[in-house]
């Protein structure tokens, strides 16, 4: 099987760790969820899993059904640990199914706030790949589903700011030198007045931890995808460089070489080790890593472990419920073996 997104380093990957493209849709012939019950509701969910599952298509046999009404807590908070589903998903017992590709860069959130979230996950920075896929798989559910479409408004959408092309394009970036700067604030005020919103890794209502930031556009009404892609795309190249060249000013400065190599130190030799310090000691390495102060860790380790760490995807990992100390041992004794194979 493919290593999954979160596994791998993509283009731009010193600053960018993933590039996410999300389409809401609904179907035309039922209400919005929040005025169907369970029996359409139940309907949806077959409808939308049937067309994904026997469709024709190549891709179809790859996918997944999730019953998320019959999964642990462990389970449903390690999906969104994994950035495969929303919070929001998982938040209630309604009916919700998730389709998943086996390599989890495709999810189809099903009774999410809209009937359909297609969502399309990439290493690295790769909007038209991510785009090109999710546009591909939105076609082919058209055609079996008849999605919601208005010639004035677009696709329509339970929630007013999502109308028109229903497309939510992010990017994750890692970006330790611009945080130690503290320029986040005043990028994210002029980024406002640009369409574009910068959150925590996991999107809305979530504070930024180990320099981790989610870019992604807001406009949807009166602009095409491919025009909210290239405003993404173009803005991400200047953070890109201005993270860069932030990051050669300070990478000469003998407390930050320090810290990043007092970082490993801990990361390789640690019994114990809880989930936040964790995160920040990655970051530290993995600035470490793009500068050339580290070469024995590869930056798609680091990506991984950014991921297999957190609390739920850990005890999924082991297959057991563990206390917030035993997953403070459990971590450490991951990251030591991953780090010192």
């Known amino acids: 099987m493919d290593k999954k997104w979160y596994e791998k380093n993509g283009r731009d ?12 849709r609904n179907l035309e012939e039922y209400p919005f969820p929040c005025r169907c019950g369970s029996d359409l509701r139940a309907q949806i969910e077959n409808k939308v899993t049937d067309a994904v599952v026997n469709s024709n298509s190549v891709i179809s046999s790859r996918f997944s059904r999730v019953d998320v ?16 589903v929303s919070p929001e998903f998982i938040s209630d017992k309604r009916e919700k199914t998730l389709l998943l590709l086996d390599d989890e860069s495709v999810s189809i959130m099903v009774n999410e706030e809209d009937h359909v979230r297609l969502q399309v996950m ?33 696709y329509l959408t339970q929630c007013p700011t999502n109308l ?131 070469d024995s860790i590869p930056l798609d380790t680091i990506n991984s472990l950014i991921v297999e760490i957190q609390p739920a995807t850990l005890m999924r990992k082991t297959g057991q419920k563990l206390t917030p100390a035993e997953r ?6 991951l990251i030591r073996s991953t780090i010192n194979r």
């Open 328 to 333: 403070d041992k459990v971590r450490a004794e």
């Open 122 to 154: 990439c290493e690295g920075f790769d909007l038209d790949r991510a785009y090109e896929l999710a546009s591909r798989i939105d076609s082919l559910l058209d055609e079996h589903l008849k999605f919601a479409f208005s010639d004035t408004l677009g």
């Open 164 to 294: 028109g092309t229903g497309m939510r394009a992010s990017v994750m970036l890692h970006l330790p030198a611009l945080h130690a700067a503290k320029a986040m604030k005043k990028m994210a005020e002029n980024l406002s007045k640009l369409g574009l919103t910068i959150r925590g890794a996991y999107g809305e209502g979530s504070e930024p931890s180990a320099d981790l930031y989610q870019l992604s556009n807001q406009i949807t009404l009166g602009i095409s995808e491919k025009t909210a892609i290239e405003n993404l795309r173009n803005i991400t190249k200047q953070i890109i460089a201005q993270e860069m060249k932030s990051r050669e000013a300070m990478i000469k400065n003998i407390a930050v070489q320090d810290k990043i190599y007092r970082s490993e130190g801990i990361l390789r030799s640690a019994r114990q080790i809880d989930g936040s310090e964790a995160l920040q000691l990655l970051s530290n390495v993995r600035f470490g890593v793009t500068e050339g102060l580290i």
């Open 13 to 24: 990957g010193n600053v960018v760790i993933s590039t996410r493209v999300r389409l809401a």
């Open 69 to 84: 009404d019959n999964i642990s807590t462990e389970e449903k908070v390690s999906l969104v640990e994994r950035h495969l």
